[in-house]
Each structure stands twice: as structure tokens, then as C-alpha cells.
């Protein structure tokens, strides 16, 4: 009995601290920015911490994630990510709103030097490491285009979860317009079942926005143990940027 008491009261602390955490969390994580914060998103020089392109098209492929190296960019803060992604826009079936979310509350664990005490206490399935990265600025059609990322792991253990998630933000006369998903190279799985999405984008000279995504799932066997083939889904999107 006493082993029993010691167990849950070991749980009760763990339980009690992911509520405290979350209580902090919750008191910082408005998303909700006010118009006169989204103007001054150029005029506060966020944008200089963007690596500057020269070109005409934005290209997100497999070569892109291949040779992204997170330790060339600069980090961004939750006040940033909030001013760059206060006008995202959710393509239809693309449910990215988590990877922000879950962003802005580990970052809030960070200010409030809690994500150790979180760290150490983590269970599976939940984020463990959440960064938000500075990519590139470049001028199309008059416009401020600044590219950044979120990238996200779980927990290392069943069922798990990682990714990168590229964001495209445009800015007209020093006024965030939209910010849009354009990439992602994310998995997981909970064995033996697995997942993952590759979403590409190429954004071109007259401001439009192809975007496919390609999702993957797999795991499930026949009736002699043999894997069947990953169930996959194509998906195209156009749109042009305002």
C-alpha cells in the first residue's frame, strides 16, 4: 500500500504541475493582434533578421527541406509569431493552427523558466521541443514577402510526431495582408502505423501560389501479417497572394 501511495502521489505532482504550467500558459498565448500592432510589424525592423533574396519566385521543395539548417536562421519570439501569423489563412483540409499554438506555449514555458521543470515531466505524445525560425525577404509586385518556419517533435516515444512547417507572411505599405502555409515535411506514427505529408509550394512572378501536398499512411496488414500498400492522398491549391 504504501509502494500505491507513493505511485500516485508521484502522478498527483506531475498532473498538478503540467496544470500549473498550462494555467500560465493560457494567460499569455492571445493570439489576437490589434491593428495598430500589425502595422508596426515592418516599422519595429522585425524584418531585419530575415536573410534578404534577390528573385522573382519562391520555391518550397524537397531540395529546400533537405538543405534547411535551422542554425543559419535567426529564432523568433511569440510576439513576432504572433504579428506574422495574425492573418494566416488555413487552406481548406491543412490543419496547421496546432503547430503555432503549440509554439507559442513552449516558448511561454521558456519565458517563465518553467520548460525545464515541463521537460522533465513530459508524457507521450506531447511537444517537446517547438522553434520558430526567420527564413527570407524579397519584394514582389510592390510587396514585402518574409518567409519563416515552425519546427515541432513530441516526446521520443509512441506515438511520436515531428515537422517543419514553412509560412510565407505579405505586407502591403508596411501592413501584414495574409500569411499563408506553404510547405511542410512532417511525420509520425504510432507502430505499426505511420504518417507523414509533404506539402510543396512555388510561388511565381505574378503573385500565385501552387501548392501540393502529398499525404501517406500506412501500417495495416493483411490476414498473413503482410504490410499492405500506404494509402495516399494528392491535394492542388492556387491562390494569389492580396
Not at 501511495?5 to 500549473?20: A, C, G, Q, R
Request: with cysteine.
Amino acid at each position: 500500500m504504501e509502494n500505491f501511495n507513493l505511485i500516485y502521489m508521484k502522478k498527483y505532482i506531475k498532473y498538478y504541475f503540467l496544470f500549473v504550467i498550462m494555467a500560465i500558459y493560457s494567460c499569455k498565448s492571445d493570439k489576437n493582434v490589434s491593428e495598430k500592432d500589425a502595422i508596426l510589424v515592418t516599422e519595429s525592423g522585425i524584418e531585419k533578421v530575415f536573410n534578404e533574396l534577390k528573385t522573382s519566385e519562391y520555391i518550397v521543395d524537397s531540395t529546400f527541406f533537405n538543405s534547411l539548417n535551422l542554425e543559419k536562421y535567426k529564432s523568433l519570439k511569440t510576439k513576432e509569431v504572433k504579428l506574422l501569423s495574425e492573418k494566416y489563412l488555413n487552406f481548406e483540409g491543412n490543419l496547421n493552427d496546432f503547430v503555432i499554438n503549440d509554439f507559442f506555449f513552449i516558448d511561454s514555458l521558456k519565458d517563465n523558466n518553467a520548460y525545464d521543470g515541463y521537460a522533465e515531466n513530459i508524457d507521450i505524445g506531447m511537444v517537446k521541443i517547438s522553434q520558430a525560425f526567420a527564413l527570407h525577404k524579397f519584394i514582389l509586385l510592390d510587396k514585402l514577402i518574409l518567409t519563416w518556419g515552425i519546427y515541432y517533435s513530441t516526446y521520443e516515444a509512441c506515438p511520436y510526431g515531428a515537422g517543419t512547417y514553412i509560412f510565407l507572411s505579405v505586407f502591403k505599405d508596411g501592413k501584414l495582408q495574409k500569411t499563408y502555409n506553404i510547405g511542410e515535411d512532417s511525420g509520425g506514427g504510432d507502430a505499426p502505423y505511420w504518417s507523414e505529408t509533404k506539402m510543396y509550394s512555388v510561388l511565381d512572378n505574378t503573385g500565385k501560389i501552387s501548392v501540393k501536398t502529398v499525404s501517406q499512411t500506412g501500417g495495416d496488414t493483411d490476414e498473413k501479417g503482410n504490410e499492405l500498400p500506404a494509402e495516399v492522398r494528392e491535394e492542388k491549391i492556387e491562390v494569389k497572394i492580396n
